[in-house]
């Protein structure tokens, strides 16, 4: 614990040592224009499926510039869950319900910089949660590289169905940084850092342990922090097409280790088509805290199997159309986009079966973009 | 008490790099930037960006977030919920 | 656990420096008051146009690209200007720097531009008068003079650029 303070501590010290290299930075390098996002609406429904979840909503997004040099951005998201999961068959029954989500946020440009101020609510009948983030992006050396600093804090309040007694809340803060940097004509990388805080109620009030083959409700600690690095390169591969991986290390107090690796590729077909596939592999070794069936009694018990010791792969790709176009002007494209994903647990059993649980899922979005 | 001296240090190397960057006589050796503006039009491309698309991304990250235990760092604004 | 406020601190020192942002301009290789580097061109429509054959009349040479934001706004404005002074001696080349000539023909077309597009599609001009942004705007007096240099461009720059135009033009 002390340890990992420790190592926190020295991200927040090395955030300060960029924030002040930046900002000398900022005085050596020349004028450029940073462009304001352009002027979007975007359509999308989306549906996810597997392991007994259905997932499915509409969103929408507009982003509107103001004066110059504002752009606002007002987005909508609904999920409508329908929940069947391995933990709900085997401990509750199936439940229905839907997650509204609003977010907000402003983004201004002055010469070379952007600084971005957003906020969102998502609201379930049993929580809802509150977001706040300030995010600032800085082109420098030349506009060769890109520096990105952001924070976001965000509280909660928990709540259980049918319970009106139970009420807690969970309070939680991210401090980013990202460097993006240009390679070459045809080459870009980036490194993002982020720190993860969270402080209160930090399981669900509906779910069990185990412990010696008995049902008991699951102990949390109430703190958790974390940090995740991801490295990022997109090449250019000369025939209208591109290249992308990317490698994220996760790793918290909880002492789950995490590991990302993706690999992409996109291409334009024609005049109007383009093309991407990507395949995806995820690993994670578990909490220190979380049991299949716990043999002893601690002070901190889980059976959340999203922090049991897994992997999972997933192979995925997008088409986009662009069918209506004035150069200049507007732009209209429709866009699909399928994942099919399967994850693999090594401790976390099928009560149904006796097996290594074990499940596939399919990620399903069909959208529409518009940018003027 | 360590905080205000964290807080002094950093202010003491702005300052420096500041004053670095003014005093363009004093020679320090700089790195020309090597991708001018002008040849730059391929990494201008949609396909070259990180992010193409906000909406959907999001909604990918977030199916992530619910059924990974790893969180973060991939440049995609999160909300919450309280998805357990 | 309380926030550490170390990097709130740090953020609002970032915001300090942006807002005192006062970056002296690069220095390139064409400095004002030096004579401008002559060039020739392929036009949009075919024939070479050549920088020195200009001298007696106010050149701006804009320098644009068809996947720069800032210049695609910015060319309509200079439109304007060149509509507006060039019966006075006023010329306006634009230089575009796309691989694709025709890409760069078609958005010329669509923007609707009547000042002369020249190819610089293997970027010896660019590099001639090292440009540092994109769009780069060069004033050039009678003399063949560099008189301005602007990198970039805002909203509100074309006011600059005629009461630029007008002085050297008397």
């Given at each position: 614990?002390?340890?990992?303070?420790?190592?926190?501590?020295?991200?927040?010290?090395?955030?300060?040592?960029?924030?002040?290299?930046?900002?000398?930075?900022?005085?050596?390098?020349?004028?450029?224009?940073?462009?304001?996002?352009?002027?979007?609406?975007?359509?999308?429904?989306?549906?996810?499926?597997?392991?007994?979840?259905?997932?499915?909503?509409?969103?929408?997004?507009?982003?509107?510039?103001?004066?110059?040099?504002?752009?606002?951005?007002?987005?909508?998201?609904?999920?409508?869950?329908?929940?069947?999961?391995?933990?709900?068959?085997?401990?509750?029954?199936?439940?229905?319900?839907?997650?509204?989500?609003?977010?907000?946020?402003?983004?201004?440009?002055?010469?070379?910089?952007?600084?971005?101020?957003?906020?969102?609510?998502?609201?379930?009948?049993?929580?809802?949660?509150?977001?706040?983030?300030?995010?600032?992006?800085?082109?420098?050396?030349?506009?060769?590289?890109?520096?990105?600093?952001?924070?976001?804090?965000?509280?909660?309040?928990?709540?259980?169905?049918?319970?009106?007694?139970?009420?807690?809340?969970?309070?939680?803060?991210?401090?980013?940084?990202?460097?993006?940097?240009?390679?070459?004509?045809?080459?870009?990388?980036?490194?993002?850092?982020?720190?993860?805080?969270?402080?209160?109620?930090?399981?669900?009030?509906?779910?069990?342990?185990?412990?010696?083959?008995?049902?008991?409700?699951?102990?949390?600690?109430?703190?958790?922090?974390?940090?995740?690095?991801?490295?990022?390169?997109?090449?250019?591969?000369?025939?209208?097409?591109?290249?992308?991986?990317?490698?994220?290390?996760?790793?918290?107090?909880?002492?789950?280790?995490?590991?990302?690796?993706?690999?992409?590729?996109?291409?334009?077909?024609?005049?109007?088509?383009?093309?991407?596939?990507?395949?995806?592999?995820?690993?994670?070794?578990?909490?220190?805290?979380?049991?299949?069936?716990?043999?002893?009694?601690?002070?901190?018990?889980?059976?959340?199997?999203?922090?049991?010791?897994?992997?999972?792969?997933?192979?995925?790709?997008?088409?986009?159309?662009?069918?209506?176009?004035?150069?200049?002007?507007?732009?209209?494209?429709?866009?699909?986009?399928?994942?099919?994903?399967?994850?693999?647990?090594?401790?976390?059993?099928?009560?149904?079966?006796?097996?290594?649980?074990?499940?596939?899922?399919?990620?399903?979005?069909?959208?529409?973009?518009?940018?003027? | 008490?360590?905080?205000?001296?964290?807080?002094?240090?950093?202010?003491?190397?702005?300052?420096?790099?500041?004053?670095?960057?003014?005093?363009?006589?004093?020679?320090?050796?700089?790195?020309?930037?090597?991708?001018?503006?002008?040849?730059?039009?391929?990494?201008?491309?949609?396909?070259?960006?990180?992010?193409?698309?906000?909406?959907?991304?999001?909604?990918?990250?977030?199916?992530?977030?619910?059924?990974?235990?790893?969180?973060?760092?991939?440049?995609?604004?999160?909300?919450?919920?309280?998805?357990? | 656990?309380?926030?550490?406020?170390?990097?709130?601190?740090?953020?609002?020192?970032?915001?300090?420096?942006?807002?005192?942002?006062?970056?002296?301009?690069?220095?390139?290789?064409?400095?004002?008051?030096?004579?401008?580097?002559?060039?020739?061109?392929?036009?949009?429509?075919?024939?070479?146009?050549?920088l020195a054959e200009q001298r007696g009349r106010v050149v701006m040479v804009n320098f644009w690209a068809t996947w720069c934001g800032p210049c695609r706004q910015e060319m309509p404005q200079l439109d304007r200007l060149y509509q507006k002074y060039k019966s006075s001696g006023f010329v306006l080349l634009g230089v575009n720097v796309d691989e694709d000539a025709r890409k760069a023909s078609d958005v010329a077309a669509k923007l609707g531009v009547t000042f002369p597009v020249l190819l610089d599609t293997d970027k010896a001009v660019s590099k001639l008068y090292d440009l540092s942004t994109m769009p780069s705007t060069v004033i050039i007096d009678r003399d063949g003079k560099v008189r301005y240099f602007h990198r970039g461009y805002l909203a509100g720059y074309e006011d600059n650029y005629d009461k630029q135009i007008?002085?050297?033009?008397?």
């Amino acid at each position: 614990m002390a340890a990992t303070k420790a190592a926190l501590t020295l991200w927040r010290r090395l955030a300060a040592l960029l924030g002040s290299l930046l900002g000398g930075l900022l005085a050596i390098g020349g004028v450029r224009a940073a462009d304001l996002p352009e002027d979007t609406a975007e359509g999308l429904l989306h549906v996810y499926n597997g392991g007994g979840v259905t997932a499915a909503g509409p969103a929408f997004l507009v982003r509107k510039s103001v004066a110059d040099r504002f752009s606002l951005t007002g987005s909508y998201y609904m999920d409508a869950v329908s929940n069947a999961s391995i933990d709900v068959v085997t401990t509750a029954s199936k439940y229905k319900e839907t997650r509204h989500e609003f977010a907000l946020s402003g983004d201004y440009v002055y010469r070379d910089s952007q600084i971005t101020l957003g906020g969102s609510t998502s609201h379930e009948p049993d929580y809802v949660a509150n977001r706040i983030s300030l995010d600032i992006t800085q082109e420098v050396f030349g506009g060769m590289t890109s520096v990105a600093l952001g924070f976001t804090r965000g509280d909660d309040k928990v709540g259980k169905k049918d319970s009106p007694e139970f009420s807690d809340t969970a309070r939680h803060w991210q401090y980013r940084l990202g460097v993006s940097q240009i390679l070459s004509p045809r080459w870009i990388m980036s490194v993002n850092a982020e720190a993860l805080s969270d402080d209160g109620y930090l399981g669900s009030p509906y779910r069990a342990a185990r412990v010696f083959g008995a049902a008991v409700p699951e102990r949390n600690p109430r703190t958790r922090s974390a940090r995740a690095l991801m490295l990022r390169v997109n090449g250019d591969l000369g025939s209208r097409d591109a290249m992308h991986a990317s490698y994220r290390y996760y790793t918290d107090t909880w002492e789950i280790k995490g590991h990302t690796l993706e690999l992409g590729y996109s291409r334009y077909f024609q005049e109007t088509w383009l093309a991407d596939t990507y395949l995806r592999y995820y690993t994670q070794s578990g909490a220190s805290f979380y049991s299949d069936n716990a043999q002893s009694e601690t002070l901190y018990v889980s059976r959340n199997r999203q922090l049991s010791t897994f992997d999972n792969a997933a192979i995925g790709a997008k088409v986009s159309w662009l069918w209506r176009k004035q150069p200049g002007k507007y732009e209209v494209k429709l866009n699909g986009a399928y994942e099919f994903v399967h994850f693999k647990f090594k401790d976390f059993t099928d009560l149904r079966t006796g097996d290594k649980y074990a499940y596939s899922a399919s990620i399903l979005q069909l959208y529409v973009t518009g940018t003027f | 008490m360590r905080q205000p001296t964290r807080t002094g240090a950093a202010l003491l190397v702005l300052g420096a790099t500041l004053l670095l960057g003014a005093c363009s006589s004093f020679s320090v050796p700089t790195v020309e930037p090597w991708v001018k503006p002008y040849e730059r039009e391929r990494l201008a491309d949609p396909i070259m960006r990180f992010s193409r698309n906000a909406l959907p991304e999001k909604h990918v990250e977030h199916v992530r977030d619910v059924r990974e235990g790893s969180r973060g760092a991939t440049g995609v604004q999160g909300g919450g919920c309280g998805c357990n | 656990m309380t926030p550490p406020s170390l990097v709130g601190r740090t953020l609002g020192l970032l915001a300090i420096a942006l807002a005192s942002l006062a970056s002296p301009l690069a220095t390139g290789a064409v400095a004002t008051q030096a004579s401008a580097p002559d060039f020739t061109l392929r036009t949009m429509n075919g024939p070479n146009l050549r920088l020195a054959e200009q001298r007696g009349r106010v050149v701006m040479v804009n320098f644009w690209a068809t996947w720069c934001g800032p210049c695609r706004q910015e060319m309509p404005q200079l439109d304007r200007l060149y509509q507006k002074y060039k019966s006075s001696g006023f010329v306006l080349l634009g230089v575009n720097v796309d691989e694709d000539a025709r890409k760069a023909s078609d958005v010329a077309a669509k923007l609707g531009v009547t000042f002369p597009v020249l190819l610089d599609t293997d970027k010896a001009v660019s590099k001639l008068y090292d440009l540092s942004t994109m769009p780069s705007t060069v004033i050039i007096d009678r003399d063949g003079k560099v008189r301005y240099f602007h990198r970039g461009y805002l909203a509100g720059y074309e006011d600059n650029y005629d009461k630029q135009i007008r002085e050297l033009l008397k």
